[in-house]
T-cell receptor, first 114, second 114 residues
Framework: ETGVTQSPTHLIKTRGQQVTLRCSSQ?????VSWYQQALGQGPQFIFQ???????GRGNFPPRFSGLQFPNYSSELNVNALELDDSALYLC?????????????FGPGTRLTVL | AQTVTQSQPEMSVQEAETVTLSCTYD???????LFWYKQPPSRQMILVIR??????QNATENRFSVNFQKAAKSFSLKISDSQLGDAAMYFC???????????FGAGTRLTVKP
């Protein structure tokens, strides 16, 4: 059974650029959630995708967008990067959308915005 | 909105001793889920233990147990027989069954001294 993977591991961008982060969900999972974890803080929910549709969104601006593919992998896109977007971005996969199921986290992508 | 508070930014424990990490939360819901996650330096979040609010019995997983006090909105984690591998950031998290927004506390950094 393959766990949740994320790419890239680290990324450095400059303010105003755009970035795409990728997440491969665990085998058998159809739901992916994205979180932003600023340094020294707990993760904050960005949004969730269930069966290729957005299924809930946290308090993040529209320049944070996502996509889920038929194989249930997912992308997080951030446009017009700001310095405060520097953080660890975690994705978590699960099965079942709104119903409770354990979320399995990936190792994260560390984004630095200069 | 639900909030999760971890009042201990750092804790330390001697190897083989017991330590308790505190967590309180604020909610108006009667049904919800609570979690403790461990985040080692590798950054990958690992589920330690979970509790369904409708269950009065405290959850236990090997050396990890919780003290769930629903009326007090308190959810502490007890680690018995602490091991060096327990050193990590520990996050308390709340999830409503009605949405996908998992709320995390700011975390407690646990150090285990040999």
């Amino acid at each position: 059974e393959t766990g949740v993977t994320q790419s890239p591991t680290h990324l450095i961008k400059t303010r105003g650029q755009q970035v795409t982060l990728r997440c491969s969900s665990q085998s058998g999972h159809n739901t992916v959630s994205w979180y932003q974890q600023a340094l020294g803080q707990g993760p904050q929910f960005i949004f969730q995708y269930y069966r290729e549709e957005e299924n809930g969104r946290g308090n993040f601006p529209p320049r944070f967008s996502g996509l889920q593919f038929p194989n249930y992998s997912s992308e997080l896109n951030v446009n017009a990067l700001e310095l405060d977007d520097s953080a660890l971005y975690l994705c978590a996969s699960s099965w079942g959308g709104r119903r409770y199921n354990e979320q399995f986290f990936g190792p994260g992508t560390r984004l630095t915005v200069l | 909105a639900q909030t999760v508070t971890q009042s201990q930014p750092e804790m330390s424990v001697q190897e083989a001793e017991t330590v308790t990490l505190s967590c309180t939360y604020d909610t108006s819901e009667s049904d919800y889920y609570l979690f403790w996650y461990k985040q080692p330096p590798s950054r990958q979040m690992i589920l330690v233990i979970r509790q369904e609010a409708y269950k009065q019995q405290n959850a236990t997983e090997n050396r990890f147990s919780v003290n769930f006090q629903k009326a007090a909105k308190s959810f502490s984690l007890k680690i018995s027989d602490s091991q060096l591998g327990d050193a990590a950031m520990y996050f308390c998290a709340y999830r409503s069954p009605n949405n996908n927004d998992m709320r995390f506390g700011a975390g407690t950094r646990l150090t285990v001294k040999p």
